[in-house]
């Protein structure tokens, strides 16, 4: 009797389908759809101050053709790593908040994305410094505008580091609170926007990262009084941007929120570090703080392998 049940090659072949069809986006290799993320920001994003602002700008999509690579152009080169398939673009203008992007920019960002990854001005408000109700209406307001063009989008909000020029100087707005004072005031704002903020999946907390680089002995939290030896700054030269390590944080941080990979499988030999002229060093202890501030924010984490070609690693 001829049976009907499908045979083993069938089964194998109709196995492997359906679980393309289910893996998630990203994942597939150069011939599935890219996730499609914009980073939204301004000058903490374009790498103001540092050689991060040019690093391998022709492989994302500056929306305002400013040439710009920054950050998102380091989250792409570890997505490449990764093996994992990202469609980069990126909209910053220089010392902006939420709310110039929504009001001068809503005709270039206004795409169907699957991420969004945007941050505001350092301080919140620049009339008026550390008054988070901006923020959090500017916020929202963005997130509606997404979710027009693509109702699942993910949108993370990045909590940015504390300023030493506003900590340290008398006349700085953060004066008296210590960088820890800062870095609070700026994650509860972003806390209170995400929590408005139905389409925000979650606050990248960068600040914190920066503060646990700082305990760890790794970065001088006082720039102000020279730079330890043995240790780097997280600041550029004018203690208000952050140096290549700092956006190399940064990057890291936001690589592991959005994607869940472990930003210690990039290795020391991982080749961005090394054009940004860091040691193996110093690349694997950016990538356990990020690791281990992610994790104790409850992102969890999956290790890899990277597959980048060998031209793109670490040549010495």
């Known amino acids: 009797m001829r049976s009907h049940l499908p045979s083993f090659a069938t089964r194998r072949i109709l196995a492997l389908f359906f679980s393309l069809l289910l893996a998630p986006a990203g994942l597939l290799g150069a011939d599935a759809a890219p996730v499609r993320v914009l980073f939204l920001g301004n000058s903490f994003l374009f790498g103001s101050g540092s050689p991060v602002r040019f690093f391998r700008p022709d492989t994302v999509n500056d929306l305002n053709r400013a040439?710009?690579?920054?950050?998102?152009?380091?989250?792409?080169?570890?997505?490449?790593?990764?093996?994992?398939?990202?469609?980069?673009?990126?909209?910053t203008a220089s010392g902006q908040g939420f709310d110039f992007h929504l009001?001068?920019?809503?005709?270039?960002?206004?795409?169907?994305?699957?991420?969004?990854?945007?941050?505001?001005?350092?301080?919140?408000?620049?009339?008026?410094?550390?008054?988070?109700?901006?923020?959090?209406r500017s916020a929202r307001a963005l997130g509606e505008m997404f979710a027009g063009y693509n109702p699942r989008v993910d949108v993370r909000l990045i909590a940015t580091w504390p300023r030493a020029d506003l900590v340290y100087p008398a006349k700085g707005a953060w004066h008296g609170k210590g960088l820890e004072g800062m870095a609070r005031d700026v994650r509860a704002a972003y806390d209170r926007a995400a929590a408005a903020t139905p389409q925000v999946r979650g606050v990248i907390p960068v600040g914190?990262?920066?503060?646990?680089?700082?305990?760890?002995?790794f970065a001088d939290g006082n720039p102000y009084d020279g730079v330890a030896?043995?240790?780097?700054?997280?600041?550029?030269?004018?203690?208000?941007?952050?140096?290549?390590?700092?956006?190399?944080?940064?990057?890291?941080?936001?690589?592991?929120?959005?994607?869940?990979?472990?930003?210690?499988?990039?290795?020391?030999?991982?080749?961005?570090?090394?054009?940004?002229?860091?040691?193996?060093?110093?690349?694997?202890?950016?990538?356990?703080?990020?690791?281990?501030?992610l994790a104790a924010a409850g992102v969890r984490l999956e290790p890899f392998k990277t597959r980048a070609a060998p031209l793109n690693r670490r040549v010495e």
């Open 208 to 217: 914190e990262s920066w503060l646990r680089a700082i305990r760890a002995g």
């Open 103 to 136: 009001e001068k920019k809503a005709s270039l960002i206004g795409r169907p994305w699957d991420v969004v990854v945007m941050q505001s001005h350092s301080v919140l408000n620049q009339a008026k410094p550390g008054d988070p109700e901006l923020l959090i």
């Open 67 to 91: 040439g710009v690579g920054g950050v998102p152009a380091l989250f792409k080169s570890f997505t490449g790593d990764a093996g994992l398939a990202y469609e980069v673009s990126v909209e």
């Open 229 to 293: 030896f043995g240790q780097v700054s997280l600041w550029t030269y004018d203690y208000y941007h952050a140096s290549a390590h700092g956006y190399y944080l940064e990057a890291l941080m936001v690589f592991g929120h959005v994607t869940n990979r472990d930003p210690r499988s990039l290795g020391g030999d991982e080749a961005a570090a090394f054009e940004l002229g860091m040691t193996k060093e110093h690349a694997q202890a950016l990538q356990r703080i990020a690791a281990e501030e």
